[in-house]
């Protein structure tokens, strides 16, 4: 049970910042809620005693959304169900909608926050990932100042962050991938409302033709304490004439991405057959061509 | 605390009033407005039974601070059924027989609600993934999907609004006919009062303080400090125990509450009663407890050696039950097998997972009958054995069964009606108890976990000359139903077939481990697992049919069963028949046919599924494609 | 192919009402005012549909429509025993007993009715909320019935009990376990097809056929909701669930952790009923609450086995159980081949 004594919504980050220091070493900032409310419960962190809550999905700042054609601006109380709503960002970030509709269960993606998702920084969060394959950029602002550093240099392990005390995860700034195919794999023990044991986010581009990969993004997570973009493999595959012997060759690349302590072999097993599934998948989506990859290999992974 | 001015509409009425900064809109609308048609079975946003609109959005309401409801346009289960009249959407669930237990199903009518506002025209595979939030234990599901759809065709014109009509008995044939059930238009609604959603005029709340260790002996309890707490009405521990303390399906050997030792982590050891849950809560934190660690014994295997620790005293090889079942000579038949197979099987401890946590209440009335209302499956003995612990006359000794969130044979065991009954014969007022999920998970029955060993013997054509099966269950900390269980299993573990030489032992072992008991299966799920198995194993070995192999064993009319009774009327045939047929089964020895086999995918097959049904069928298809 | 199906079947069987020991249940029924029907027992309804069941049962043996059927139940001060909801004995124990004591109201009902109108009672029918003799113009509605009782002082009422005739079984030291459990045996046979995942170890249990005898089936939506309730429960068991304890704490207290079947994990359920009627009791029904669980997790097993060769004999088969079992096996058949070369 969360117990606390005051519950307060600032309207304005300056308000925000007003009662961080009001009530400094007393608080614990919350936007969804969807993590902070489970966790305060038995078998967890027990009943936990927290003078002052303060919620920031109520900042407009922290609401905003900006799609261009090259950069997407999101703040950090969107929620991830917007992924699903609103077309034009699907276009500009493809593997979201899938990643959200993986992310726990309508409902909950209804209320879950992408800030919360990066500050929570679970090793299994399902839209870090993504925002990792966007090169996304934190924003983060305090009473003094604001600063921003990337993603992945953001999260540090499990459940840590750059974050400093007093300061707020405001929003993302990514790049934007309008023609990009995207698809979205997860595996864990049944199909929904489920924690990932191994997630993948691919982005793919083709040429006119569907034929050759022009670009192409990866990014991994379930397997280590924090996301990490595939930039090898991506790197492999750019440029490179879209077959199956490269999805499987990128596939069979000894990265030895599996850190966690349970289930190494099984997740190295997932990784390797999710690389070429999610590819086929997102490069099918990007339109490859009907000869590009054959119906053995799908077969063999779809 | 500071109190948050809640300004709201709720069902449509304009509701403001002060609400503790704390609470969640869930605890809100339940507790303050006494909205209790959607529940709480989890508290963790895992199960959606507390699925409400918040501004026309789904959400669940145990993971909502109240103060994110502000200014917001709030919608329950009750605000559906609008003057009385149920929706399209609760009368499909009534028709197609949707609702067992009910408790889900608030929060699934919401969820299947939402689903057809987002798509008026989703198909079962979209229904299925907009509803994967909400669980439901009791239905399988199929029940729900077809109300939905139902719901869906008549909103839609294209099935008459008299499909969701009784179905006809005017030909006064009743036996037979999928009458509705009578309890359904309750439950869809949000109307049934389970325990939990009761509330009596001057009730305390009870919390109960519980063991963290998982063997260990009681030295001291000191309840003094919870005592003198504010709002603290009573503090129990074993020493208030009027009568002779102890519970159990078979053997009664565990007290309401641990008495001189804890046996298991999570038993109870004290409970409190306070005016309110959470001060109650506070006086649990303040009981101290001194405790003399004792060396645990967590396998049942180790349990069964010489030596081990010894879990209670009346039984020091820790075996709760052994049941034996003996035909024949099994050795014999061994040796008169062309094929002996010998494996080992294993099944873990499952939770029995009603979405309706144990909850009661508990009175005295004015005739001093002390009545315990709790969703209890077994009212008779309750009485019986609670009448022995609180030293009163049966007459008066009052159960009153509430409406059962789901059981399964996990509310079978008296785990908490002894503290409340005392509760409130202590302090002569109303006092109600609800357990959290995690509470519940903790202290009240598994399934027993099972490692057995099975041995067939076959000959050539195909019959079993002789089996032999032994089982050790791990029964955990009490007997609760382990001796039934252990029977159950073994009386059934060799399957409907007919064996000259069969040799069953099934041990259930008393460990430090969560108790197991009853449920749904009570044994027999585990042996027959291995037998089943089994045969297939054997019928590979053997080039037999896995349908041929069982009708050559088949008990038949007038057989006689391994217990040596003898049998009337066997459907077995009349089974594998109907089953064979209804599939198209290809025949053919189970040797991994599935690549060639040409009996797949038939229409009565669901789909493969994987998530973004939706992306076909509505404007994220933009979005994602 | 990454998605590999396969098919499996089992059988099973299992005893109806209490184990090994005398079962027992009682009732009592009244035909009330208006010529609806009173039932009263110690029965408990846990989601099955017992109510739905008794309140037909009554409406037939009586001849009234089920929803003049009130039952007042769950309450040790105002009810008769009718023990416990378990066992998978409810319709059978308290369905039998219910129609029992029905018929005993109704014979009063009906031994008024013959002397009033001068006919044999043997020639009276009652359905559907009527009550007439056979080959006269004597027909009035139940509730006329009932005030014409009630006029000659008799209030139509029946009280019944019903007992199995069983025995323990022999259990104790050197015992050979001979006995008596149960008077109704109901058998079943399921067939699952599964589709595995090679890539992610997944299963899908795509459909399941389940054949059951019932005895009779008094609600057959009830059944077949006992049915796919029952099976989708075993797949929880067979694929996912696991209450985990290391020292004897628990490290699934929550839903989060203890991972139960969601919409999108079950299969399409073909139930087939089967009517095999139970020879003592009055209905003929048996019972299928647990029954319908049993063959469901071999007959996946059995499935699972039959889509990629791997056999799991330690349940949960979870994804990863099966794909490490899957390059086990592909491994030793890599080594076998060689040692042929």
Redesign the interface.
Known sequence: ???????L?PASLDEAFAAMERHRGRYRV?A???DT??WA???RAG?VEIPV?I?V?KIPELNERHVGDKRVRLGAATPIQR?????????AM?AM??CA??F?????R??ATLGGNAVNASPAADATPCLEAHDAIVELASATGRRSMPLREFITGPGKTQLADGELLTGFECDAFPGYG?SFEKVGHR???VISVVCLAVMVKLDRDGKTIEDTRLAIAGIRPVPRRLREIEDLLRGKKLTGELLEEAADMPLDLVQSRSRQEYRRDVVRGFLVRGLIAAAK?AGASPDALTRELEAAYG | ??D?RLNATINGRKVSRDAK??L?LLDFLRDDLNLTGNKE????????TC?VFVDG????S????V??A?GATVDTIESLAKSGELSVLQKAFHK??AS???YCIPGMVM?AT?ALRANPFADREE???????????????????DAVELARDVQNGRVPATALL?TD??D????????????APSKVSGRLKYAGDMIMPGMLHVQVLRSP???ARIVSIDTSAALAMDGVESVITAADVPGKDGFGVFVHDQPIMARDKVR??GEAIAAVAAEDA?TA?RAV?AIKVVYEQLA?V?DPDAAMRPGAPVVHDYAPDNITK??????GDVEAGFAASDLVIE?????????H?YLEPEAGLAYVDHDD?V?VVS???????H?HMLARIIDRPISK?????S???????G??DMIYQGMLALLAMKTMRPVRLVY????S??STA??HPSRTTLRMGLMRDGRIRALAMRMVCDGGAYGLSTE?VM??A???AA??YAIPNVQ?DTFGIYT???PSG?F???G??QT??A???Q???AAERLGLD??EI?RIN??RDGDM?????K??????M???D???Q??G?ESGA?A????V?G????D?????????T??ASS??Q???? | ?A?????????????IAR??TVDRAAAWAEIDDGGSAKIVT?V??????I??VL???A??EI?V???HVV?G?????RAP???????SRQTYMIGNVVALASREAKKRLVDVMADMWDVEADSIRT??GEIWAENTNHRITMGEAVACAKNRGVVPIGSATFGTDTTG?K?GKG???????WQA???????A?V?VDTVTGEV?V??V?????VG???????V??Q????????I??GLM???Q?K????S?????K?I?P???D?????S?I?E?PD?IGP?GVKGI???A???T???V??AI?????V?V????ATPEKILMAMREKARRETMASQAAE
Not at chain 1, 2 to 7: A, F, G, K, N, S
Not at chain 2, 592 to 595: H, I, Q, S, T
Not at chain 3, 252 to 256: H, R
């Open positions: 049970m969360l117990i606390c004594d005051e519950y919504t919350v969804g809620c969807t409310l489970p419960r038995e078998g009943d809550l919620d999905t992924f699903l709503d609103d077309a034009a960002l699907g276009r493809p909608p899938r509709v993986w726990a269960d309508d409902q909950i209804a209320q995207g199909r929904s409302l989506r | 605390m500071v948050i900064p704390h969640r079975g989890c508290g963790a946003g895992e199960c959606g699925s959005v789904l959400m669940k145990c993971l909502m601070p103060a994110k502000q197609a027989g067992q237990c009910g969820a939402a229904i299925k993934e907009r509803l994967g939030g909400n669980i439901c234990r009791c239905t399988g599901y199929q029940k729900i999907f009784e008995t005017a006064g044939d009743v036996i037979g006919k999928s009458v509705r059930r009578i309890d260790h998982a063997h298991y982590v959470l809560k934190a645990p967590f052994h049941i034996p079942i003996r035909v494996e080992s099987y294993s099944t873990q401890a499952i939770e997972a009958v009545t969703p209890s499956q077994n009212i008779t003995h009485r000794v009052r159960f009153i069964m409406p059962v969130g789901g059981g399964f044979g509310k079978e959290t999920r995690e509470e998970i903790i598994k399934r039934g029977r159950k073994a009386i059934l399957g409907p069953i430090n481990n969560t009853a749904r299966s009570f027999a799920l027959q697992f037998t089943e198995s045969l297939d194993i896995p349908f069982r088949a008990m069963t391994h217990t040596k009774q049998l009337g009327s066997v459907s077995l009349r089974a594998l109907a089953a064979e209804a599939s089964w189970p991994v046919r599935g690549p086999r009996d797949l995918g038939h009565d097959v669901r789909p493969s599924v994987t998530l973004g939706r992306f404007g994220a933009e979005a994602a494609e | 192919m998605r590999k199906r396969g098919r499996g079947m089992a059988a099973c069987w299992y005893g184990t090994a110690g408990t309804e846990i989601g099955e549909g109510l739905t309140a037909q049962i409406a037939h001849g429509k089920p929803e039952i139940d769950n309450d040790t001060a025993e009718a023990a416990h909801a378990g066992a359905g559907n079984i259990d015992g050979d376990g001979s006995g008596r459990p045996y109901v058998f079943g046979c399921q067939v097809e589709e899908q795509l459909a056929w389940a054949a059951h005898d009779r089936a008094v609600n057959p939506q009830g077949e909701g049915i796919e309730g029952g099976i989708v429960q075993a929880g068991q669930e696991d209450y304890l020292d004897g704490h628990t699934t207290s929550g839903f989060a203890y139960l969601t919409s999108l079950v299969p399409r359920v073909n087939i089967i095999d020879p209905l609450g647990e029954p669980m049993v063959p997790i071999p007959a097993m059995n086995y039959d889509a990629v060769g056999r004999f330690d349940l949960p």
